[in-house]
């Protein structure tokens, strides 16, 4: 739906230059952009690619100069990420749940569950017995939702979501395309010692034949999220095997990343794609791990710690240290070791 420039300043606490009567109705790169569009161009390195622009309208960066640019209206955003994050709040239309409304008639709803007021319901959900879900829920095509599961107001389940039984999920949440919530965990076990504990302690010596049989431990426990949660498209949450997975209030999760069973993640976490967590770890607040970085099981990891991409953590963490390589290790040490052996190279 076009809005005018100060409507959308208006929305993200932001100043105007020039017209701000200025009708928008899309966001665009400069190069892109149209003169309907509102470009984005938060830095001064954009500058040349907005002149050559059609856009009559941007959003700049503090003490941009409108007619040098040949625009006749901006949004000043001091800080450019933050801006896209209202703006683009601002214009988005929701098409994956476009045509929602009510409850579809292809959908399979046990007589027991409780669908509060609001709750938009797509084609071919299916919805086991105990379940209750929240108001306003919107809960899109192919989505299905296990035994006894809650789920609070506002959320939004994208098709193919599979949430398992008993998962307690708070308001606000956001699960992608493909995520799946409450599946059993990896955990198996052996009649002796494994072949993992056996390697750790014949240090290299070749291992003899034994019986490998692994037998199944099964996951009893469930999932719990709290408030304003977010999971990208095709990725998972295991269960606990007695007690609950735990994510916190405003933990991110990016696509394809692995949390395995009896894992807590403390608030405001951010997990980038393809990380993994292994059963039973505990991160606290404000963790960041990058891309395919990994935790090993049974480990603490502190508040406010950041592993760079591909970090692989075996060992317990500080608080508000960053880490990086293989074993992790503080990055200054990290970066250190990565030089001394360039130099070894080259004597």
Do not use: Y
């Not at 431990?217 to 007690?243: C, F, K, Q």
């Amino acid at each position: 739906m076009p809005q005018t420039l100060q409507e959308l300043a208006a929305s993200l606490g932001a100043e105007t230059l020039g017209d701000a009567s200025i009708s928008v109705d899309r966001l665009a790169e400069p190069l892109e952009a149209r003169a309907g569009d509102l470009a984005l161009a938060v830095a001064p390195k954009f500058a040349e690619t907005l002149k050559s622009s059609a856009a009559r309208a941007a959003v700049v960066w503090p003490g941009a100069d409108l007619n040098d640019l040949g625009l006749d209206g901006a949004i000043v955003a001091p800080r450019g990420r933050l801006a896209m994050a209202g703006l683009t709040r601002a214009m988005d239309d929701d098409p994956a749940f476009a045509g929602l409304s009510g409850i579809h008639s292809s959908a399979v709803i046990d007589p027991s569950a409780q669908i509060a007021e609001g709750a938009q319901i797509g084609p071919f959900v299916a919805i086991e017995a105990g379940v209750q879900i929240g108001p306003n829920a919107r809960i899109a095509s192919h989505v299905s939702i296990g035994r006894e599961v809650v789920i609070g107001t506002n959320v939004s389940l994208h098709p193919a979501v599979r949430i398992g039984p008993r998962v307690r999920i708070g308001d606000g949440f956001i699960a992608q395309m493909g995520v799946a919530i409450g599946g059993d965990g990896f955990s198996f076990t052996t009649d002796g010692p494994s072949n993992v504990e056996r390697a750790v302690r014949a240090r290299g010596a070749p291992l003899d034949p034994i019986d490998g049989t692994w037998h199944r431990i099964h996951s009893l426990g469930s999932v719990e999220i709290g408030d304003n949660v977010e999971v990208g498209a095709n990725s998972t949450i295991d269960a606990g095997t007695i007690r609950a997975t735990r994510l916190g209030n405003g933990v991110k999760i990016d696509n394809l990343v692995q949390v395995g069973h009896n894992v807590v993640l403390g608030e405001d976490c951010l997990l980038c794609a393809q990380a993994a967590i292994a059963g039973s770890s505990v991160l606290g607040a404000r963790v960041i791990l990058g891309g395919k970085s990994g935790v090993a099981d049974n480990l603490t990891i502190g508040r406010d710690v950041v592993a760079g991409g591909g970090a692989i953590v075996l060992a317990d963490v500080a608080d508000g240290v960053f880490v990086s390589g293989h074993p992790a290790q503080p990055t200054h040490e990290h970066r250190a070791a990565q030089k001394a052996l360039r130099r070894l190279s080259k004597q």
